[in-house]
């Protein structure tokens, strides 16, 4: 039986790593460090058909959409851990970006054996979801082969759904599946075939992009502040203050008296400040101005709650 595995850019051996268990420890840190200085190297190559799938996500959510990661192994992780970070970052709903880990929680913490190669689990993970056309789903496999992904995929396409292949293979089933595929290739790894080393780096890389770009793009940042960040915490709230004093220019007193009437909605509280609004009154000069701070800052005094 022919090994399907043994073609991929991702599992062949370098040799130029062949004598890492007797080499230094830091001769061995400075070859994985030269290995991964190669990384974004690769997914600059892909920028376009990343920046692609990102406007393609972007048009749906505008409508609506929900946007989806789908993996298995390394790559699951690496969904879900972005996935997870939107609401904090961003102040979204959790519904509205989502990951998905073949062999669900248990994954993250410990291998599931077999989860992977379970397509009709991957096709049941999407139908579970009630994913739609404006629903947008992005597979994540380094070798471009999992079954689990592949199921998701079809069952996304199947359902009208944006679908999107993120791997590090060229030429993937999953690419092939995949209206708009993207493909980082980053070659061989230290340890043979351990795609969580570069393969899992540049998928963190890309996952940073769409995910941070489409949150720019749908207005959830002001300049580059993370203007709808959740003040889930100290470290949070310190910022959030921060943010309202740097676009207001009021001292941090003020700021975190502000965000503390406005229950820690920044834009609401850097209209308060900027124009002598209650909170109710800052927050209907947004809406007014759909949500968005830069055209309320710039609306005339007196059009709404003033």
């Not at 993207?182 to 043979?192: C, L, R």
């Not at 890389?205 to 203007?227: A, D, E, K, P, Q």
């Not at 709230?237 to 007193?253: C, F, W, Y």
Request: contains cysteine; aromatic residues 2%; proline residues 5%.
């Amino acid at each position: 039986m022919i090994d399907p595995l043994a073609g991929l850019s991702t599992e062949q051996s370098d040799p130029r790593y062949s004598e890492i268990d007797r080499l230094p420890t830091e001769q061995v840190a400075r070859l994985m460090n030269s290995a991964d200085a190669r990384v974004p190297a690769a997914v600059a190559v892909a920028i376009p058909e990343i920046s692609a799938a990102i406007d393609a996500i972007v048009a749906r959510m505008k409508k609506g959409g929900r946007l989806f990661y789908v993996g298995a192994g390394t790559s699951g992780r690496l969904a879900v851990l972005d996935a997870s970070e939107c609401p904090p970052t961003f102040g979204t709903d959790p519904e509205l970006v989502q990951g998905i880990i073949a062999g669900g929680v248990p994954a993250l913490t410990r291998s599931v054996e077999g989860a992977e190669d379970d397509s009709a689990a991957g096709a049941a993970a999407l139908r579970a979801k009630d994913v739609g056309p404006l629903d947008s789903v992005v597979g994540v496999s380094a070798s471009g082969r999992a079954p689990y992904v592949l199921g998701a995929l079809g069952e996304a396409a199947g359902s009208g759904a944006l679908t999107v292949g993120l791997s590090c293979n060229q030429d993937s089933p999953l690419s092939r599946a995949s209206a708009h595929p993207i493909e980082v290739i980053v070659g061989p790894e230290i340890v043979t075939g351990s795609t969580r080393l570069k393969a899992g780096t540049a998928t963190k890389l890309v996952l940073n992009m769409i995910s941070t770009i489409t949150m720019v793009r749908l207005g959830r940042t002001y300049g580059n502040s993370m203007i709808e960040v959740s003040a889930a915490n100290s470290k949070l709230a310190d910022r959030a203050a921060r943010m309202v004093g740097d676009i207001t220019g009021a001292g941090l007193d003020t700021a975190q008296a502000a965000l503390e009437a406005a229950g820690w909605q920044v834009k609401a509280a850097v209209l308060m400040i900027e124009r002598d609004l209650d909170a109710d009154g800052a927050r209907a000069l947004l809406s007014a101005h759909g949500d968005r701070l830069e055209a309320a800052r710039r609306a005339a005094s007196g059009v709404v709650g003033a």
